[in-house]
C-alpha cells in the first residue's frame, strides 16, 4: 500500500493506472476510520482493479465554530486499517496541497443545500461538493462509493456527476451501525457513557417512525411528533431537525408516499448526530438508494 501527499504524485500514478487498462475505485474519507468506512472500501474492492482512499479533513466543509481544530486523527490507526481492508493507494494530502495560494473556486448547487443540514451548514454542502469534484480530478476514478448515512451527501454528489458529466459511477452503501444501533461515525468519539446511552434515542426514534408506517401512518406531523418526543425524553439531547421528505429532491412532503425519506440531526451534548432512513410500502430496511 502506498501513501500519496501530493496532487502530481497522485495523478502520474492513477494516469498510469488507466493507461495500462485497470479501473479505479475512490472512497473518500476524513480518516478516524472505522467499520462504516471499512465497509465502504470493501465495497470499492468488490468493483474495481485499484483501491483509492483519501483522507483528508476538508477546511472548507467546516463552517465557523464547527469541530475542524477537534476533528479526531489516527493516522497510523487508519494506514493499518486500510492496509487490511486491501487498499492500493491512500491519497493524504495537507490542507495547502488542495487548496493552493490564489484558490478561488467552488462547486456550488442550487437546491438540494437548501434542505435538512444545508439549513444549519450553511456552505457545508457547496464544499463538500467542491473537495469530491477536487479528488474525482485528481483520482479519477471510475466508480467511487459512499456512505447512505450522509444521506444528503451523497444525494449531493450524485446530482453533480450527473450535471457535469462526469464519467463515474457512484455506489451508495447502507448505514453500518454499533450492536446497539448507533450509526458508526468518527464524531462519537466526543460521546461521554451518558450522551453514549441518549444517542440511541435516535436509532429508537426510527424504530418507532417505521412501526408507525408500517401500521398504516401517512401523516408527516404524526411521525415526526413521535420521534421529536421520543428523542426529547433522553437527556442531554437538542434536536436540530426531524424530516420527512422526498428522496430525490429532499423537499418536504405534506403525505407520505411510497418513499420518504425521514432524516434527523440531534445534538447531544456538543456532539452533533445524524441518521436517516427510509420508510417505505413493505420495506423496513436501511438501504435506500
Ligand atoms: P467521513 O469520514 O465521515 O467524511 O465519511 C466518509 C464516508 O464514509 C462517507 O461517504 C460517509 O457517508 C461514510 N460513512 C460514515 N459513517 C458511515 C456508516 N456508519 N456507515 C456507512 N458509511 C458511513
Known amino acids: ?37 471499512l465497509e465502504l472500501m ?40 486500510a492496509r487490511k481492508v486491501g487498499v492500493d493507494l491512500v491519497f493524504m494530502p495537507s490542507a495547502p496541497e488542495m487548496y493552493q495560494e490564489g484558490y478561488q473556486t467552488r462547486v456550488q448547487l442550487e437546491k438540494l443545500p437548501r434542505h435538512l443540514c444545508g439549513l444549519s451548514r450553511p456552505g457545508h454542502f457547496d464544499g463538500v461538493a467542491t473537495v469530491v469534484a477536487k479528488l474525482f480530478n485528481i483520482t479519477r476514478p471510475h466508480i467511487a462509493v459512499f456512505g447512505q448515512k450522509d ?53 429508537k426514534s426510527m424504530d418507532l417512525a417505521l412501526e408507525l408506517f408500517r401500521e398504516g401512518e401517512r401523516r408527516p406531523g404524526v411521525i415526526i411528533d413521535a420521534v421529536r418526543s421520543l428523542i426529547s425524553g433522553h437527556p442531554f439531547t437538542e434536536i436540530d431537525y426531524v424530516a420527512l421528505c422526498d428522496p430525490v429532491t429532499l423537499d418536504s412532503v405534506e403525505v407520505l408516499g411510497e418513499r420518504n425519506l425521514l432524516a434527523m440531526a440531534v445534538r447531544v451534548g456538543k456532539t452533533r448526530l445524524i441518521d436517516n432512513c427510509l420508510l417505505q410500502n413493505g420495506s423496513d430496511r436501511d438501504d435506500h438508494i
Open 42 to 81: 470493501r465495497v470499492g474492492r468488490r468493483h474495481a482493479d485499484k483501491l483509492i482512499i483519501s483522507i483528508f479533513v476538508n477546511p472548507s466543509q467546516f463552517g465557523p465554530g464547527e469541530d475542524l481544530d477537534q476533528y479526531p486523527r489516527d493516522r497510523e490507526g487508519d494506514l493499518e486499517k
Open 151 to 203: 444521506y444528503q451527501q451523497l444525494t449531493v454528489i450524485s446530482r453533480m456527476v450527473m450535471d457535469l458529466n462526469m464519467d463515474i459511477r457512484i455506489i451508495g452503501v447502507p448505514t453500518i451501525r454499533e450492536p446497539d444501533g448507533l450509526a458508526m461515525s468518527s464524531r462519537n468519539s466526543y460521546l461521554n457513557p451518558g450522551e453514549r446511552k441518549s444517542a440511541l434515542s435516535l436509532k
Open 1 to 37: 500500500m502506498e501513501v500519496v501527499e501530493t496532487v502530481q504524485e497522485m495523478q502520474q500514478i492513477c494516469e498510469a493506472i488507466r493507461l495500462a487498462g485497470e479501473t479505479i475505485a475512490l472512497v473518500p474519507t476524513m480518516g478516524f476510520l472505522h467499520q462504516g468506512h
